[in-house]
């Protein structure tokens, strides 16, 4: 960073001298050329990816984020089974709305973000009036071709709805990719209706794991997909000013980050780590991952995973 002047927050608006942190990420998930470090603003905490791609970067590196566009929106087993699918999770530690969202009849929900529309088809069919928004056309296509009520996401900081449309919109794992998150805590607020609920699911910032694997926690800090790193507290002030309180909190570490994470310590030249297959994807590995986890982490308060519910007032 060139001078103290040169910084400014996008989360409070602080121009004070930032704490750097002493790592500096490439992406070892994708493979995308590139240096990346972070900083931590000394008022509000959070700690930010610079230098801050710009859209038309975000753009480019989004092109190359899957390579698999197969879109199956057929119901699994945890669609089928409820039960069984909460017992699983509660094992494997993975956070999955259908375990936790509820919608009352007559709601409409949002899924932002929406991936491969597995949450979205689930509860489209279990009869919830739910619509869902995704930046990848083909998913998009392959949504519209089945019925569903799934739109483009063509700018970054628009969600492409009216006002004051649902009852309960959620986005997992997707409000650390946002470059504006103050415009986009305001579009959030904007679909919402009065009294309705938001749930957000980010990286934890003060995970336990954060410390353990320091530049490896992969999972957490994905440069240069991952722009902010939060906290339930920095959350919480940041939805705040835009109308919103806090009503829950939690976390959880899934055991595929977790493996994530031990593949960038195991492998350190390694850059395209999700594509990449090893001993710790073995089946009894995975299995003994799950329990291992559930047991040193069962003290721990701060988690890979957080999870914030939100109520507009």
């Not at 500096?24 to 931590?40: A, C, N, Q, T, Y």
């Not at 003060?206 to 902010?228: D, E, M, Q, T, Y």
């Not at 350190?268 to 047991?295: G, H, I, K, Q």
Request: aromatic share 12%.
């Amino acid at each position: 960073m060139s001078s103290k002047t040169s910084y400014r927050c996008s989360i409070c608006g602080n121009s004070g001298s930032p704490l750097p942190l002493a790592i500096e990420l490439i992406d070892r998930r994708k493979g995308l050329p590139g240096s990346w470090h972070l900083v931590e603003c000394s008022h509000c905490h959070v700690t930010a990816l610079e230098p801050i791609p710009s859209e038309e970067e975000l753009a480019t590196y989004y092109a190359a984020y899957s390579n698999d566009e197969n879109v199956d929106l057929s119901l699994k087993m945890g669609s089928r089974r409820p039960w069984l699918r909460k017992v699983f999770h509660r094992l494997t530690g993975d956070v999955d709305p259908r375990d936790f969202v509820r919608v009352r009849p007559g709601e409409r929900v949002l899924d932002y973000g929406c991936g491969h529309a597995g949450y979205l088809s689930d509860f489209h069919h279990r009869g919830i009036a739910i619509s869902g928004a995704e930046i990848a056309g083909y998913v998009v296509q392959a949504c519209q071709q089945r019925g569903f009520d799934v739109r483009q996401v063509e700018q970054f900081s628009h969600i492409p709805f009216g006002d004051n449309e649902f009852d309960v919109v959620y986005l997992m794992q997707v409000f650390e990719h946002l470059r504006e998150p103050h415009v986009f805590m305001q579009e959030l607020s904007r679909v919402l209706k009065s009294g309705g609920t938001l749930y957000l699911a980010v990286p934890n910032i003060n995970s336990i794991w954060r410390k353990v694997f320091g530049k490896n926690w992969v999972s957490g800090w994905f440069a240069p997909f991952h722009l902010f790193h939060y906290s339930r507290d920095s959350l919480a002030d940041l939805a705040g000013q835009h109308g919103f309180d806090l009503e829950a909190s939690w976390s959880n570490t899934p055991e595929s980050w977790f493996r994530l994470n031990l593949k960038a310590w195991i492998h350190p030249a390694e850059s395209r780590l999700d594509w990449r297959t090893s001993w710790l994807d073995a089946r009894l590995v995975r299995y003994f991952a799950m329990l291992l986890l559930r047991v040193i982490e069962f003290p721990v308060r701060e988690r890979d995973c957080l999870v914030v519910k939100l109520i507009k007032r």
